[in-house]
């Protein structure tokens, strides 16, 4: 299985004729909360990074005007509410202990505060034009994708396009695998999360905020897969790629004497089978993402109001869940360990 990077592509191609958002939202903050799987719950299971509005909270009702209620965004485009999140990825040293992996920018995003790159495409990868008609989210949609218990190949492989790239130099973006890198990487670890693109055109949210959307009935979103009759609507790619700083934990001597990759996702996954990918709750105001998906742009969007890195990094709120979350660690927030099973 291979598919094409946007980031690669991206920096290679002429920009008038193309068109793509791909953009940085710096942290908003690092917290043991989930709205979306375990509303109300502070701490939820496991911790996570999370990206965008500062309305963010424990609780995220669907009614809620999240453009409206918050006063800043950690993203680079300033009408983008959102909040995007993953899990967090955690260093498991030889001696038993677990240290917090830190993020970094993209390449050509180097100031804003750790964070992830989002993008929403219309077309295909190798498709710059990015003419085709997408239906842009609605206020209230919210979605997630990956599954906290996957422990083996077949089940990662439900989800079509989560990935992990070992990083050479930040522009590396392939092989693609599954799983953890098996080996130390220079530059650091790229998870790559695609969200499914087909909306079955009723529903804001399902009960496992999974099953109002779909993925292409045959190939890919890149590959121009049709939509399925259940799920007629086609949607953006919306697109996380999230850089884990692991090259400070790249000396073997630390890593299991095994032999085996010491990364582990916050909920204790140690295959990467459950690259927990992402929760997404839409939160751009009024219909700035339907113009820009209609108005094909490049990266910087005439149609978008754009934020500088500072004004981003800026943007941050509170911990809620009070814990220890930069020191060595006997367990992981939430008490969990490094399992290699289901
Ligand atoms: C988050 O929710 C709590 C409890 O409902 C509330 O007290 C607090 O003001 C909220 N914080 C923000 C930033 O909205
Ligand atoms: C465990 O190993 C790490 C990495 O070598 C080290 O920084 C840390 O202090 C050690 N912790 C304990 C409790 O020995």
């Known amino acids: 299985m291979k598919w094409n990077s946007a980031a690669t592509l991206a920096l290679l191609a002429p920009s008038n004729v193309l068109a793509l958002l791909r953009f940085p939202c710096a942290q908003l903050v690092i917290d043991r909360l989930d709205p979306l799987v375990n509303p109300g719950q502070a701490p939820s299971p496991h911790l996570h990074q999370i990206l965008g509005g500062n309305a963010f909270n424990t609780t995220m009702d669907p009614s809620k005007d999240m453009p409206k209620e918050s006063t800043c965004t950690s993203c680079q485009f300033s009408e983008d509410f959102s909040n995007y999140w993953t899990a967090v990825l955690y260093f498991k040293a030889k001696n038993g202990t677990y240290k917090r992996v830190p993020q970094i920018p993209n390449s050509g995003f180097e100031g804003v505060n750790g964070g992830m790159t989002v993008y929403y495409m219309q077309d295909g990868l190798y498709n710059f034009q990015q003419t085709s008609k997408v239906t842009a989210f609605k206020p209230g949609f919210r979605m997630y994708i990956g599954d906290v218990n996957a422990r083996t190949k077949e089940q990662m492989e439900k989800f079509r396009q989560l990935t992990y790239t070992c990083l050479e130099n930040i522009n590396t973006r392939d092989p693609q695998t599954l799983d953890f890198p098996t080996k130390p990487c220079k530059t650091g670890i790229m998870t790559a999360l695609r969200f499914p693109t087909c909306w079955d055109g009723k529903n804001l949210d399902s009960p496992d905020h999974m099953a109002h959307m779909a993925y292409p009935e045959s190939g890919t979103f890149e ?120």
């Open 223 to 342: 590959s121009g897969g049709p939509c399925p009759a259940s799920h007629p609507v086609r949607m953006p790619q919306l697109f996380y790629e999230v850089i884990w700083d692991t090259s400070k934990f790249n000396n073997k001597a630390d890593w299991p004497a095994d032999g085996s990759q010491p990364f582990v996702w916050s909920f204790g996954d140690g295959t990467g089978y459950a690259n927990h990918a992402g929760d997404y709750l839409f939160g751009w105001q009024d219909d700035s993402l339907q113009r820009a998906m209609d108005s094909p742009c490049y990266q910087n969007c005439p149609t978008l109001k754009t934020q500088n890195a500072q004004a981003m990094n800026k943007c941050t709120v509170k911990r809620r869940v009070n814990e220890d979350i930069d020191s060595w660690v006997k367990e992981l927030p939430g008490g969990h360990q490094a399992n290699y099973r289901k």
